[in-house]
Structures are given as C-alpha cells and as structure tokens.
C-alpha cells in the first residue's frame, strides 16, 4: 500500500493542495430543513439518520480536515452545524478525492485484476474452480452446461457481470491461452483465429484433472475461509494449490496505476526449480535456470536469447522477443516456401493471415507469390510461397520486421502478497509457493492427526467393550434408559462420553471375531500414522520431503516436454537485413543524376560487342563516377563545401537501364550552390587506409579512413575550408603511392602520400601545391608507374605525358610545367591520369562532345605546348572529361581494394552507349562516359 501511495499519489503534489493554497476550497452539501418543503425536508430527515449513526466519525474526520483552515469568505468554520436549520458536512476536496481513489484502487488491485503469489489465481478465477468443485462439476462427473456454473458463480461469490465471469471460464479452458488448461470445455470455446466462444446456453464444462490438484486437501482446513459477498456462504481466501499455478500457467492484469504480465512455464520445469529451491534455498538464479531454462508458452515459438529471461528472473522485469516457428522448404521447381509451424503467444492467427494479405497487396513483400492457409486438426500451418528470385531468409526477416511473426513479451512479475502488490524474483515466487505449502500441509496434518487420534479414541473404547462384551451386554439390558446405561458403562470401565456413545451405536456383527481383528488392525495403523503425523509437525525436513513427494507426483501425472524452445539472441533487424546482398552498378552523371541496377543487367560479351545502351541523358550530360558495389556497402559522397554524406547502395534508388536516375539533391540535404566533386565506394573503413583531399587552392589531407564510419542526416564535416576555397578532388591512397596535382596555371607537382600526414577529420590540412592568386588546382590524382598525365586547355589543345617524366619534389611547391602556356590555348582546364587503351570524352560548356582514343593523342614531352584535340568555338571552352576503357583490361594494381567491386566484361559500344569494361578495384571507382 505504501509503494501504491509512493508511486501515485504524492501529497505534496495533489491538486487538493494547490487549491487549498489558492482560496481552501471546501465541498459541502447544504440540506435546508424549511417545513414549506416536504422533499427537502425528507432528504434532510434521512440525512440527520444518517449524520446521527456516524456522528462521532463524522465529526473528528471534519474537524480533522478543516483545522484552522479559512474558508473563501475569510471565516474559520469550527463545526458540523455552521447555522440554525442547516447542515454542513466539510471535507478538504483533494484529501477527499485521494481517499476516494485510493479505496478504489486498492479493491480494484486486491479483488479484482492481480493473482495471489501463492495459487496464482485471481478472485474470479478461484471462485469459478471453488464453484464447479462445490456444485459437483469434476471430472468423474458429467459436463454441465457453462451458463450453471456461470450462475452460481455470480449469485454465491462474485456479483459482478456474466460475461466478464463466462469469458475468464473461456479462457481457462483454451489449451492455446494456458499452458495447463483447469476447465474441461465441451462444445465451441473459441480458436486461436480469435474466434469467440459459443454462448453460455450451448457450451459445457467441469473442472478438468489439474483443476483438482489446486483444490485438493480444501476440505481438510488447509486454508482460511471467509464470508462471502452478503456473508450467507464460505468462500476460501486461497486454494491449496499443490503446484506453482502461478509460474505454470501465468497471469496478466490490468489494475490502477499497475499491470501485471506473468509468462506461462512448463510444470515439470517448474516442479524441478520448486524442488531445487527446497533442498536449497540459498540457490541462484543461473542455478535454476538450469532445470527451468525459461517460459514455455501453449502455442510454442522461439525465445531468442536468454538475457531478457535472467533479467525477469532476477528482478522481476524483463523484455523477450518471441518468433514464430518457420521452416524452409525446397520445391521440386526450384522455388522455396515459408512454413508457419507455430506462432507467439497471444498472437490472433486470423489477423496475422489478413497482415500478411495487406503486406503482399500493398507490394511490401513483393517476393511472396502466395499465401496458404494449411491449419487442420494437426496443426496451424500458414505456407508462404516464393518467387524464383527470392531469398528465404531475407523475406523471413522482412517478415519479422512487418509482422507479428515476431513479438516482443514484456515480462512484470507482479503479485499480491499477504493482499500487498509486490514485484518479484523468480526466487520470492518459488520462495512464497513453498511457504504457502509448508502451511497448507502443516494444517492438512494437524487435521488429519486429530481426526486420526479421534479415531483411535473411539477404537480404543471398542477393544474394551469386546474384551467385557458380557458385562458390557448385561449393563445396557439392564438398564432402563439410554442415559443410564451410558452412565453406568462411564463408570465402570472409564470410558469417554464418545466412546460411550460408539459402543452404544455399535451393531451386533462388530461383535465377531473377524471384526475385532479388523479393529485391532485399524487401530494398530492408526496408530502407525499417529507417529507419522506427528513427525511431520516436528521435522521440517520430513515436511519437505513430503512437499517434494507430491509435487513429484503431479508432475509424472501432467508432465508433458517443452514446446518453446530458447535459442541465441536475437538481433535488432535493420533495414540492411531485409535486402538481399547482390553487386550493383551505381552510376553518376555530372548534372547530378544517380541510380542502380543489377550488374546482370549488363549481359556479358566477347571482346569487339557492340555493348548496350546504358543510360539516356540530357545534352551535355555524361556519366561522371561508375562503380560495382554491393547493395550493403556504402557510398560516401564528398561535396564542393567540404562535406560527406553517407547512404547505402540500397538506399539508391534502383531503376530502368534506360532511365536518367535521380536527382542527387533529392537523397542528400545539399545546400544552395553545393555539388558532389567527389564519389567512393566501401564496404569498410579500415584504420590502416586513407583517404586524400585536395582543395582548389592547394592545401591536401590525409585522414584514415575509420574517421567516416559514422553518419548523420546533414552530413558530417570531412574537411575544413576557408570561405573562397572547394574541395575538388578525394582519392583512396595507400602506402607509397604518388600524390600528383596540376594546377589551372601550367604546372604540375608529384610528391610521395608519407608528405603529408594522417590528420583529424575537422582539420583543414598542410599545403599541397602553391598556386598564384589567379590560378587554382584543377585536379588530384594518384599517379601509378606506367600512366599518362593528359591535360587539356581551354582552347582544346591536348596531351598527354609519361608519369615518369615528372620529377618528385616534397608538397608545397609549384611544380614543373606540364604544358607550355600561351593566350590562344588559353588556361589549362582538366587534367586526367590515363592509361593506354582509355578513351576520352571531352564536353565543352556548350555540350559540345568529342570522343577520342587516348592512343590518338599525341603522347609529347613535360614542357610542349600540346596539339589540337578538339576544335572549340571562340565564345564556348572546355569544361569537363571523362574516361571509359576500350575494352583491354588494365592490370590489376596494388594498393586497398574494394572486395566487394566486380570487373564487368561488357566491350564499350561504338554507337554512344555507356561502357561498362572495367572496374578500378584501388578505388572503387571507374569514370564512363555518355556520348
């Protein structure tokens, strides 16, 4: 009661105070005693009856309530009377209603909605069982009609709704709501479709075997009885219970302020852990669990995992996540099917089939081709059947995720005890059961040697009237009255007046020989469970044994194995587990288009095909950044201000091998004016790989890569800026390779990656290249033996020049001259690392596109001036280049590679469709084109 007080009403926190602060509200009832009216006055003659019988009470609990307290017209009321002909009952409207509720709360808590720890039984469902046993409904007898019981239930015990007293019965005859059913229902008592019960007048029950366990032994004083509602009858408080109903069977309950929600466990688990607690009762809780591993619901499942079982064990609370039992099986044509053995407790059947109809319609689980219902007398099966396609397992957890094919049971084991609402262990249950049955077989022994020692006193007074039978016989015809001869036979051989009275009712056959053996017998075994009893009392060892010997009994009686079974925990599903791991191509335009398809898409060719179309984009659009990457790795998109953005492949929407894509700024939040410079591909982010940033004015960093494994929805911050600068470039580097960069004024600068050093993410990096004011970086590159540098101006004039021709110096400097500048080829505008078999696709800012073999471009010293690679208007420049391969596979490099990244051996087409030939496993990143 206090903890109920504690948790719900605090009195400094009641509006009863808050109004008493503000002006002591009162709630009086005013009854004017006028003679002119009659109604008035009657109210107020019923109302001074009343006040007269509860006059003392009445008064104190006023006074009590209204001490020194002003009322909201300044006065001080100081009585019951506050004016002639007025009656004014005064009571403080918060403390009023706090008493009200608190009564309330308390009979719903106690009488109502939370079973007792010791028979694990709410009032209704004990007076049901104390019912059917009392009107002779047991399992020897014939059924009876339910709405008998249902009757006499309501008119002796529990006056309250039929219903509510028809639908508990109900539920304790489904085998599929408890574990061991105590009502033996006859006729329809509802289904796990949720279907309901059949009326009262049709269905029959009586109490069914295991009902009589918990009643047993009620007949020999084991338990308290008490009036019941209009004190005409005895109901008991509690019923013996000869096994732990509260653990078998479970309990849920909504009351006031509180719920109890007890899972349901197998009896011969239980009788075991009650057994071990007995032999010790100092055991743990792991101890236990060794003969009761956990709950065992009527409908079977799985319990994954055991920490949310150890925790409710231990503290009474605890989350488990139950799942339906599923099976795989392999059809003859190749498809598989999802069969539904058993599904979690308490979940309706009929509404799971109709989710799973809504999940197929609404397109949600496209890889289910059909749905079955197989439920007979054998089982519940639901078949789920696949498309070819379809990968089993992530559709079963597509199913876990959308479905009550997984459920979570939060376990509060609350119960009464001694009529106080307790959350408790494992251990205070078992503990509590096992007190609750030392003093029922205490009391059932004490009973029993009393009625035995009473026996034993009347057999006594049988061998003394056998071994006198003559006088005996010549006394009571001697006499003339009954009185007289009971009398005479007291004084004569000192019997008691009860054995007087036996020998007195004793028949002539008990006057035999064999009869008085069978006296003799029945006293000597009496006296042999005299002894018995009274060990028993005095030995609490004995006590116990005799506890475990019956419990032990039951359990051989209704035993039945474990239908839920407990396997390793289980996983919070992610969205990642409902998609199927394939390898996709992601494609990305310069104008910002992205999307995937399935590299099967793109059908496999001998050398010298003619490829397929791959994408249809709008003018002066190409593919700028190609991958293969598989749908849980992930892209990090690195942005013109310096930010990463981060999405799974899966994430990207999928769509037609003709389609543009979508538009970048509808999947990342990119601000007005920021655009994606830079695109990688992983599956990991190793601490031993890096990756490098260059800035349009020269500075560089270096970062390992496990500085990004993290996300957020506005990006997080991959390198710092100043206001005039953008980052322009991020390649994966590793160890020893070449860093070169080239810069809008003629120079270019090769330096080792160990130059500059790993780096925060928040930082802003060492310089790379020192750029004049009016100039800027145009690219970085990560320059490896046996490429070409290509450069291309403004104007259009070209080259391309071997890696090996440029010297290494340290970062920082301006570098050497890769091409000789002058005012008609105006300002160097892309640069490019090429391999010999590339081609390139030059677009101009008036998406004018040239397409040419690098093999055709002239391959010239550092310092040439270059040739003519492409005739550009005088009003329009180069803007953009891109690359895709001829379709002769590169070498396989050294340095991370993506494992997760395909070669694809698609040949480029010569009719402008997208080639798709190879895939730079460095890193993880190939540039195609679009003519």
């Given at each position: 009661?206090?903890?109920?007080?504690?948790?719900?009403?605090?009195?400094?926190?009641?509006?009863?105070?808050?109004?008493?602060?503000?002006?002591?509200?009162?709630?009086?009832?005013?009854?004017?005693?006028?003679?002119?009216?009659?109604?008035?006055?009657?109210?107020?003659?019923?109302?001074?009856?009343?006040?007269?019988?509860?006059?003392?009470?009445?008064?104190?609990?006023?006074?009590?309530?209204?001490?020194?307290?002003?009322?909201?017209?300044?006065?001080?009321?100081?009585?019951?009377?506050?004016?002639?002909?007025?009656?004014?009952?005064?009571?403080?409207?918060?403390?009023?209603?706090?008493?009200?509720?608190?009564?309330?709360?308390?009979?719903?808590?106690?009488?109502?909605?939370?079973?007792?720890?010791?028979?694990?039984?709410?009032?209704?469902?004990r007076r049901i069982l104390y019912a059917m046993n009392e009107s002779g409904y047991t399992p020897s007898k014939p059924h009876m009609k339910?709405?008998?019981?249902?009757?006499?239930?309501?008119?002796?015990?529990?006056?309250?709704?039929?219903?509510?007293?028809?639908?508990?019965?109900?539920?304790?005859?489904?085998?599929?709501?408890?574990?061991?059913?105590?009502?033996?229902?006859?006729?329809?008592?509802?289904?796990?479709?949720?279907?309901?019960?059949?009326?009262?007048?049709?269905?029959?029950?009586?109490?069914?075997?295991?009902?009589?366990?918990?009643?047993?032994?009620?007949?020999?004083?084991?338990?308290?009885?008490?009036?019941?509602?209009?004190?005409?009858?005895?109901?008991?408080?509690?019923?013996?219970?000869?096994?732990?109903?509260?653990?078998?069977?479970?309990?849920?309950?909504?009351?006031?302020?509180?719920?109890?929600?007890?899972?349901?466990?197998?009896?011969?688990?239980?009788?075991?852990?009650?057994?071990?607690?007995?032999?010790?009762?100092?055991?743990?809780?792991?101890?236990?669990?060794?003969?009761?591993?956990?709950?065992?619901?009527?409908?079977?499942?799985?319990?994954?995992?055991?920490?949310?079982?150890?925790?409710?064990?231990?503290?009474?609370?605890?989350?488990?996540?139950?799942?339906?039992?599923?099976?795989?099986?392999?059809?003859?044509?190749?498809?598989?099917?999802?069969?539904?053995?058993?599904?979690?407790?308490?979940?309706?059947?009929?509404?799971?089939?109709?989710?799973?109809?809504?999940?197929?319609?609404?397109?949600?689980?496209?890889?289910?081709?059909?749905?079955?219902?197989?439920?007979?007398?054998?089982?519940?099966?639901?078949?789920?059947?696949?498309?070819?396609?379809?990968?089993?397992?992530?559709?079963?957890?597509?199913?876990?995720?959308?479905?009550?094919?997984?459920?979570?049971?939060?376990?509060?084991?609350?119960?009464?005890?001694?009529?106080?609402?307790?959350?408790?262990?494992l251990k205070e249950i078992l503990h509590y059961y096992i007190e609750h049955q030392k003093d029922v077989v205490t009391r059932r022994t004490?009973?029993?040697?009393?009625?035995?020692?009473?026996?034993?006193?009347?057999?006594?007074?049988?061998?003394?009237?056998?071994?006198?039978?003559?006088?005996?016989?010549?006394?009571?015809?001697?006499?003339?009255?009954?009185?007289?001869?009971?009398?005479?036979?007291?004084?004569?051989?000192?019997?008691?007046?009860?054995?007087?009275?036996?020998?007195?009712?004793?028949?002539?056959?008990?006057?035999?020989?064999?009869?008085?053996?069978?006296?003799?017998?029945?006293?000597?075994?009496?006296?042999?469970?005299?002894?018995?009893?009274?060990?028993?009392?005095?030995?609490?060892?004995?006590?116990?044994?005799?506890?475990?010997?019956?419990?032990?009994?039951?359990?051989?009686?209704?035993?039945?194995?474990?239908?839920?079974?407990?396997?390793?925990?289980?996983?919070?599903?992610?969205?990642?587990?409902?998609?199927?791991?394939?390898?996709?191509?992601?494609?990305?335009?310069?104008?910002?288009?992205?999307?995937?398809?399935?590299?099967?898409?793109?059908?496999?060719?001998?050398?010298?095909?003619?490829?397929?179309?791959?994408?249809?984009?709008?003018?002066?659009?190409?593919?700028?950044?190609?991958?293969?990457?598989?749908?849980?790795?992930?892209?990090?998109?690195?942005?013109?201000?310096?930010?990463?953005?981060?999405?799974?492949?899966?994430?990207?929407?999928?769509?037609?091998?003709?389609?543009?894509?979508?538009?970048?700024?509808?999947?990342?939040?990119?601000?007005?004016?920021?655009?994606?410079?830079?695109?990688?591909?992983?599956?990991?982010?190793?601490?031993?790989?890096?990756?490098?940033?260059?800035?349009?004015?020269?500075?560089?960093?270096?970062?390992?890569?496990?500085?990004?494994?993290?996300?957020?929805?506005?990006?997080?911050?991959?390198?710092?800026?100043?206001?005039?600068?953008?980052?322009?470039?991020?390649?994966?580097?590793?160890?020893?390779?070449?860093?070169?960069?080239?810069?809008?004024?003629?120079?270019?600068?090769?330096?080792?990656?160990?130059?500059?050093?790993?780096?925060?993410?928040?930082?802003?990096?060492?310089?790379?290249?020192?750029?004049?004011?009016?100039?800027?970086?145009?690219?970085?590159?990560?320059?490896?033996?046996?490429?070409?540098?290509?450069?291309?101006?403004?104007?259009?004039?070209?080259?391309?020049?071997?890696?090996?021709?440029?010297?290494?110096?340290?970062?920082?400097?301006?570098?050497?001259?890769?091409?000789?500048?002058?005012?008609?080829?105006?300002?160097?505008?892309?640069?490019?690392?090429?391999?010999?078999?590339?081609?390139?696709?030059?677009?101009?800012?008036?998406?004018?596109?040239?397409?040419?073999?690098?093999?055709?471009?002239?391959?010239?010293?550092?310092?040439?001036?270059?040739?003519?690679?492409?005739?550009?208007?005088?009003?329009?420049?180069?803007?953009?280049?891109?690359?895709?391969?001829?379709?002769?596979?590169?070498?396989?490099?050294?340095g991370p590679a993506d494992e997760n990244q395909l070669d694809l051996l698609d040949e480029e087409s010569t009719d402008g469709s997208l080639?798709?030939?190879?895939?730079?496993?460095?890193?993880?990143?190939?540039?195609?084109?679009?003519?």
């Amino acid at each position: 009661m206090a903890d109920f007080e504690d948790e719900n009403f605090d009195a400094d926190e009641q509006s009863g105070v808050e109004a008493a602060e503000e002006d002591a509200l009162y709630l009086a009832e005013e009854v004017d005693t006028d003679d002119e009216g009659d109604e008035d006055a009657e109210i107020a003659s019923a109302s001074s009856t009343l006040d007269e019988e509860h006059a003392v009470s009445e008064e104190e609990r006023a006074r009590s309530m209204m001490v020194d307290m002003p009322n909201p017209h300044g006065s001080i009321i100081e009585g019951a009377n506050g004016g002639e002909g007025t009656t004014v009952r005064a009571a403080f409207l918060g403390k009023e209603m706090q008493t009200s509720f608190l009564e309330y709360s308390m009979s719903v808590i106690v009488s109502r909605a939370l079973p007792d720890v010791r028979d694990g039984l709410k009032p209704v469902h004990r007076r049901i069982l104390y019912a059917m046993n009392e009107s002779g409904y047991t399992p020897s007898k014939p059924h009876m009609k339910s709405a008998r019981t249902v009757g006499d239930v309501i008119g002796k015990y529990h006056p309250h709704g039929d219903s509510a007293v028809y639908d508990t019965m109900v539920r304790l005859a489904q085998p599929f709501s408890l574990r061991l059913p105590l009502i033996d229902g006859h006729g329809n008592f509802g289904s796990i479709d949720g279907d309901s019960a059949a009326a009262m007048r049709y269905t029959e029950a009586r109490l069914d075997k295991p009902a009589m366990e918990l009643l047993r032994d009620l007949d020999k004083e084991t338990v308290d009885f008490q009036p019941n509602y209009d004190e005409s009858l005895q109901e008991p408080t509690v019923l013996p219970a000869r096994f732990p109903n509260l653990l078998v069977n479970g309990s849920n309950g909504i009351a006031v302020g509180m719920a109890t929600n007890i899972p349901p466990h197998n009896l011969g688990e239980t009788i075991d852990a009650t057994c071990l607690m007995i032999d010790n009762p100092e055991c743990t809780t792991e101890e236990l669990m060794a003969v009761m591993p956990g709950p065992d619901f009527p409908t079977g499942g799985l319990i994954m995992g055991k920490k949310g079982i150890l925790d409710a064990y231990e503290t009474g609370h605890g989350n488990m996540t139950i799942r339906a039992k599923c099976e795989i099986e392999e059809k003859k044509n190749g498809r598989s099917s999802i069969v539904v053995k058993e599904i979690p407790y308490q979940v309706n059947r009929k509404r799971l089939l109709e989710k799973l109809g809504e999940l197929v319609r609404d397109k949600k689980l496209p890889e289910i081709s059909n749905i079955h219902d197989a439920a007979d007398r054998k089982g519940i099966d639901i078949i789920i059947d696949l498309k070819s396609n379809a990968i089993p397992q992530v559709v079963l957890n597509k199913l876990y995720k959308h479905t009550q094919l997984q459920v979570g049971f939060g376990a509060n084991m609350l119960a009464l005890v001694n009529g106080t609402p307790r959350v408790l262990s494992l251990k205070e249950i078992l503990h509590y059961y096992i007190e609750h049955q030392k003093d029922v077989v205490t009391r059932r022994t004490r009973y029993e040697l009393a009625k035995a020692e009473e026996r034993e006193h009347i057999l006594e007074g049988y061998i003394i009237a056998l071994d006198n039978i003559d006088e005996v016989i010549q006394i009571i015809r001697s006499s003339q009255t009954d009185k007289e001869a009971a009398a005479r036979l007291t004084e004569r051989f000192g019997l008691s007046e009860k054995q007087t009275n036996a020998i007195l009712e004793m028949r002539l056959r008990r006057l035999t020989g064999l009869e008085r053996e069978k006296i003799e017998e029945e006293l000597a075994e009496l006296r042999e469970k005299i002894a018995y009893y009274k060990r028993i009392l005095s030995d609490e060892s004995l006590l116990k044994q005799v506890i475990k010997d019956e419990l032990l009994e039951i359990k051989k009686k209704y035993g039945n194995p474990r239908r839920t079974r407990i396997t390793g925990e289980a996983k919070d599903i992610e969205v990642e587990d409902l998609i199927a791991e394939e390898n996709m191509v992601v494609t990305m335009t310069k104008a910002g288009y992205i999307k995937r398809l399935p590299v099967s898409t793109y059908r496999q060719q001998k050398r010298g095909g003619k490829g397929m179309q791959g994408v249809n984009l709008k003018d002066a659009d190409f593919v700028e950044h190609l991958f293969v990457a598989s749908t849980h790795s992930y892209m990090l998109f690195f942005s013109t201000k310096g930010k990463v953005y981060r999405l799974k492949v899966y994430e990207i929407p999928e769509a037609s091998r003709h389609a543009r894509g979508t538009a970048i700024v509808n999947l990342l939040p990119l601000e007005k004016g920021e655009s994606i410079s830079a695109v990688i591909a992983t599956k990991d982010f190793p601490a031993e790989e890096f990756l490098m940033f260059a800035t349009a004015q020269g500075n560089v960093k270096k970062t390992s890569m496990d500085q990004y494994d993290r996300t957020r929805r506005d990006g997080l911050i991959a390198i710092n800026l100043k206001d005039d600068d953008e980052l322009i470039s991020v390649k994966r580097v590793a160890k020893g390779e070449k860093v070169i960069m080239v810069s809008s004024a003629g120079k270019a600068i090769l330096w080792d990656e160990s130059e500059a050093r790993a780096m925060g993410r928040g930082t802003m990096g060492v310089r790379g290249m020192n750029v004049p004011a009016d100039a800027h970086v145009l690219g970085m590159e990560i320059a490896r033996p046996g490429t070409d540098l290509f450069v291309i101006t403004e104007k259009g004039y070209g080259k391309r020049t071997k890696i090996e021709e440029y010297p290494e110096h340290h970062r920082g400097g301006q570098g050497v001259y890769t091409i000789t500048m002058t005012h008609k080829k105006g300002l160097l505008a892309v640069m490019k690392i090429v391999g010999a078999d590339d081609e390139i696709m030059i677009v101009s800012e008036e998406g004018v596109i040239v397409r040419t073999p690098v093999k055709g471009i002239s391959e010239l010293g550092r310092s040439t001036q270059g040739v003519k690679v492409m005739n550009v208007a005088d009003k329009d420049k180069v803007c953009a280049v891109a690359i895709s391969s001829t379709g002769k596979k590169k070498a396989k490099k050294e340095g991370p590679a993506d494992e997760n990244q395909l070669d694809l051996l698609d040949e480029e087409s010569t009719d402008g469709s997208l080639a798709i030939d190879d895939i730079d496993g460095d890193e993880g990143d190939v540039e195609a084109a679009e003519e």
